[in-house]
């Protein structure tokens, strides 16, 4: 634009030069853009060549028979990586020749590089076996959900990553021993938690004589036996091979875990926050920077979740009176926590009954997509139980992306544990929030993405994207969905489980509030069972600030939607808006500002 203003300047211009001279910064414009592209795209293949897991999560059938390298030595060489990536980008990229598009990748993958390279400090700030994450828990999973067996080479695959994971753990273990050095050991209620998770998965044949399947057992077995072009000789052997690696590699690596548990059980303290660490303060900080995407403190934070928790409350003594009930919010809360008519049974026909339940009310929305997206995803989505395993630390529900290739669908979990955990009245908002329009319309319509780099596609921040979900419980109320009642109080509940977070998050971390505390906090203000209560106040005890993410995204997704409104009035279209915030992927709320204000202009002419 430069070389076009000195001419321009220079001497009156021609058609035939303002042509040539508007078309040059077009085709340069392509070509930087391009080739930013090509960076973003080699860059993200180079990371996913390094991680057989995320290879497979993506259905990339590659080192099937490898785990990925979780030692200190690797973060310290994908740290280097990442240095030299970033000045790679800023070396050889001229930002201000670039599309739209590709300044939005550009200023993301600054911000995730300058970010990874800020976390290098705080890369031991956090537990790798705790009971709501860790590959105690997700290697069994990965195994069951992520390493299809289509032939005896995948039997073989999967065999040698039984016998990996032995050397894996040990990676583990010596992880966990480093923190143990830094006094950054988890409370001590994780432990028992962690304990019963480890010992689930070494139970049952072939680890010991009981009647019932090991998971890891069943998962192999019943692929093996699926098998149609592998004679019996063939399967027999990969059986007693299977057998083997269970036996000497898997339950050797849980038994060493379970020793360090027994270990680091003792020592243990009942300090739950993230301010009992070294710098923990500061370490709060960069938590909240990533979980949220603004520079909100944790006072703000926690001040927006007082005022938050306030509202939601007045909304639902609304409901309340709708219904009839005589009493305050506390004995309404009592009488949904303990009335019979809002649980399925914790039997195999209550579980049935909800997952049938829970499918009927994704289908009634799918049917009415049409008025509010115009894009919609390809990947198809089931719903499907949490495994044993992994049920009693995993939460109520939670969504699994679908593979790229299409070979695995998007996957809604429901954890049938205790019925009691997933409410009838919180069965709508949960669909939503999980399934459609919530995850698996973000999620999947971003991994569809044409014209993007990959990064984008497959990559996301938590702001965004639990923000949207948390969006998406809310919008359908306002066409006609939660017509029950107590359905629509089951929103509001979800919503103030959110707004809770805000206080509880920043109360645990920041403020040294007591995990009693907490659950006392959850029984003042909440509906929700003592089980649920645990589980949640566990959650944000393992996982610093991560919670605060879903509340911040809605209200900033709901923000610039009345923005929008206002500013465009009859030209507003809801199917628009909501194509714009999903087909630019996963970005932070600054960027999705900038993208929805340049929409208005843009429509405003």
Known sequence: MQNRSRLLAACAATLLVTVFVSAAPTEAIKAESAKANAFFDRVFDEAVARSPMFEAQLGIKKDTDKWDDISDARALEDLVITVQNLAELKRSVDFEALDDQAKVSYRMFVNDAERSIEGWRWRFHNYPLNQMSGLHSEAPAFLINYHPIADAADARAYIARLRGMGPMFDQLIAGVKIRETKNIIPPRF??????????????????????????????????????????????????????????????????????????????????DGAWKFSEGDEFYAFALRGATTTRMTADQIHQLGLSEVARIHRDMQAIMTKVGFKGDLKAFFKFIKEDPQFYYPTTPEGKAAYLKRATQIIDDMRVRLDEFFITKPKAPLIVKQVEPFREQGAAGAFYEQPSADGSRPGTYYVNTVDMRGVPIFEMETLAHHEAIPGHHMQIAIAQELQGIPKFRMYGGNNAYVEGWALYCEYFPKEFGFYADSYMDFGRLNDELLRAVRLVVDTGIHSKHWTRDQVMQYFRDNTPNPERDIFTETNRYIVWPAQATSYKIGMLK?????????????????????????????????????????????KKKG
């Open 190 to 271: 994780v432990f028992p938690l962690v304990t019963d998770s480890v010992k689930e998965v070494i139970s049952g044949q072939p680890f010991d004589g009981s009647a019932k399947k090991s998971a890891l057992w069943e998962d192999f077995e019943g692929k093996v036996g699926a098998l149609k072009d592998v004679d019996a000789a063939t399967k027999a052997k990969l059986l007693a091979d299977a057998r083997a690696a269970l036996l000497d590699a898997v339950k050797p690596a849980y038994e060493r875990l379970l020793a360090v548990l027994a270990v680091q059980q003792k020592i243990a303290t009942d300090d």
């Open 557 to 601: 997704i709901v923000e610039l939607r009345e923005l929008a409104k206002k500013q465009l009035g009859t030209a507003f279209d809801l199917r628009q808006y909501h194509d714009l915030v999903l087909k630019n992927g996963s970005v932070p709320l600054d960027i999705l500002e900038e993208n929805v204000r340049a929409w208005i202009a």
